[in-house]
């Protein structure tokens, strides 16, 4: 079982930066693929990021550019580096990871955190 917290969300104007962390517990973490994905109320939760055991990483083309995805292994972390918000990115980050590296399906949410970016 693997359960993942957020933290780092807040209130920032646009242009600013955020960095998000997703804190993981049990074994294997570094064999995880982890990922953020975010929701708008009454909108699909959509993808934002992902980064494999590897260290490849993937974006959304909203964030291309903008969001830098990272792991620290070692602390069983992942993170999400914000800059240049923009008021569309507002909406719930969570944070998810599949069983491994092979396993695209995401089985494991965290609680999500709030990121509201004023114009």
């Known amino acids: 079982q693997v359960q993942l917290v957020e933290s780092g969300g807040g209130l920032v104007q646009a242009g600013g930066s955020l960095r998000l962390s997703c804190a993981a517990s049990?074994?294997?973490?570094?064999?995880?693929?982890m990922a953020w994905f975010r929701q708008v109320p009454g909108k699909e939760r959509e993808f934002v990021a992902h980064?494999?055991?590897?260290?490849?990483?993937r974006y959304a083309d909203s964030v291309k550019g903008r969001f830098t995805i990272s792991r620290d292994n070692a602390k069983n972390t992942v993170y999400l580096q914000m800059n240049s918000l923009k008021p569309e990115d507002t909406a719930v980050y969570y944070c998810?990871?599949?069983?491994?590296?092979?396993?695209?399906?995401?089985?494991?949410w965290g609680q999500g955190t709030q990121v509201t970016v004023s114009s």
């Open positions: 998810a990871a599949t069983r491994s590296d092979d396993d695209p399906r995401y089985d494991y």
């Open positions: 049990g074994r294997t973490f570094s064999s995880r693929v």
């Open positions: 980064i494999r055991s590897s260290s490849i990483t």
